[in-house]
């Protein structure tokens, strides 16, 4: 199954809202106030001109104090950013590493390095990534991408990637439980990259506006004063440790620190809204590792960890579960004669058929090719697992318009098999349940059949 990330959003302009309140004349011995430019994220205050002045109030500072306190600050919070973002570039490693596995799996089977090729290089090439092997079973090279030299600023990006991000990532490639190759992942860095430079940039934009009021921080810790950074801190705690994004900085009387309240809560605004989006992108990345791109359908790999689930609830609750193993007839065929296109549309109508009688709860897989599965729960009674074997069959019976414009009537072999009659796990259970669809198959097209006894 191809996936298709979409590229990680920007970084929030935190770095251009801080800079903002430094006008470029700004003496760095704070001789008189510098005029704070208005963040383009904040609305204009009317009440700007009768708010008392910080400068008034805070007249001097200790200057190396203040920028001990900026770089301290500085450098806890980029470590805490270099560790989350590790940890989500490592993830998103792993989501990728699994798909390129799945993607490849068939190709790695077959022996087919082009295809094998075709599909890493589809999907590494809009993802960070600078290469992608494939090594067969026996470790021994079999497909590999790379991406093109960018010149001297991809090897920059590279080194820093190296140094700074999680190495290489392996995945197994599997097929039917057992290990058929492996695949490596290697990170590019070039969205780290742009954050280090970001990172730069704002540290030293938080220098100049320390060197440009730090004389209003020190002489007198006012209670008017003390209070709101007190609540600033807080919040700034909260989102740092609790990601609590939806919390705010309440308004002060004072000039300067009412608009650094406002841009603090627009940048929080921007924060909410990126984390919001990445945790949209998660949610697309795993619906696409667990779902079939033809069909929609859940993959092998969704459907087989539902089934262990739901044997350990039928087990623990003494019910049923039925699974009906189908094979469509005569795919090859039709995927011969009338080309992919057809047999793709042929796919999605049985996809669609096989989806619309099920109960919630229930739930219909393809497993791979021209092959599916439908789990049911529940089920008192084979005969309940029959009849909607039976019921598809009938279903399978209208004609397929394709896109021709032509008309083809497909068939499907059922394998019918029930826990814990006939089996006791979810592998023995799949096992049984391909057993009786052969079964079927042999007994002619169009049927179905229970594992361990005749056709009744």
């Known amino acids: ?62 200057l190396r104090l203040a920028v001990s306190a900026v770089v301290l600050a500085a450098v806890s919070l980029s470590l805490v950013a270099w560790i989350a973002l590790r940890a989500y570039a490592e993830n998103n490693l792993l989501l990728i590493g699994r798909s390129l596995a799945y993607t490849t799996e068939a190709a790695v089977v077959f022996g087919d390095r082009l295809a094998a090729q075709e599909a890493i290089a589809l999907i590494a090439s809009d993802e960070d990534l600078a290469q992608v092997r494939v090594f067969d079973a026996n470790n021994a090279p079999f497909a590999q991408w790379r991406r093109p030299d960018g010149g001297a600023l991809t090897q920059v990006e590279r080194v820093i990637a190296n140094v700074a991000l999680p190495g290489p990532v392996t995945m197994p490639i599997r097929h039917d439980g057992k290990v058929v190759g492996t695949i490596d992942v290697q990170g590019q860095g070039h969205q780290f990259f742009l954050f280090l430079l970001s990172g730069v940039g704002g540290v030293l934009a938080c220098l100049l506006v320390t060197f440009a009021v730090a004389n209003v921080l020190a002489k007198r810790m006012h209670r008017d004063i003390v209070k709101p950074l007190r609540a600033l801190a807080e919040v700034a705690h909260a989102v740092r440790r609790e990601r609590a994004f939806h919390q705010r900085v309440a308004a002060t009387p004072l000039a300067e620190l009412k608009e650094l309240g406002d841009d603090f809560n627009a940048l929080l605004d921007e924060f909410e809204g990126w984390q919001n989006h990445l945790r949209a992108q998660n949610a697309t990345l ?60 042929v796919l999605m109508t049985i996809a669609e058929r096989l989806r619309q009688p099920l109960r919630e709860g229930d739930l219909v897989a393809r497993l791979g090719g021209d092959e599916f599965a439908v789990m049911l729960v529940g089920v008192r009674q084979t005969s309940n697992a029959v009849r909607l074997a039976q019921s598809l069959l009938v279903a399978m019976e209208k004609p397929i318009v394709l896109p021709d414009g032509g008309e083809i009537v497909t068939s499907m072999s059922i394998g019918v098999a029930l826990y814990p009659t006939h089996a006791e796990d979810a592998a023995a259970l799949l096992r049984t349940a391909d057993a009786a669809m052969y079964q079927a198959k042999r007994a002619g097209v169009g049927t179905w059949f229970v594992a361990g006894s005749p056709k009744g």
């Open 1 to 62: 199954m191809t996936t298709h990330r979409p590229s990680s959003p920007p970084l929030p302009p935190g770095a251009s809202s801080v800079a903002g309140l430094l006008p470029a004349d700004a003496s760095a011995e704070g001789e008189r106030e510098p005029p704070l430019a208005t963040s383009h994220l904040a609305a204009p205050d009317p009440m700007r001109g009768r708010r008392p002045s910080l400068q008034g109030m805070l007249r001097r500072t200790h």
């Open 286 to 345: 795993a619906h696409q590792a667990n779902h079939d791109r033809l069909t929609g359908l859940p993959n092998r790999a969704y459907f087989e960890s539902r089934l262990v689930q739901a044997l350990a609830d039928a087990r623990e609750m003494g019910t049923h579960v039925a699974l009906l193993y189908l094979d469509s007839d005569r795919f090859k065929e039709i995927n011969d004669q009338r080309g992919h296109g057809a047999g793709d549309v």
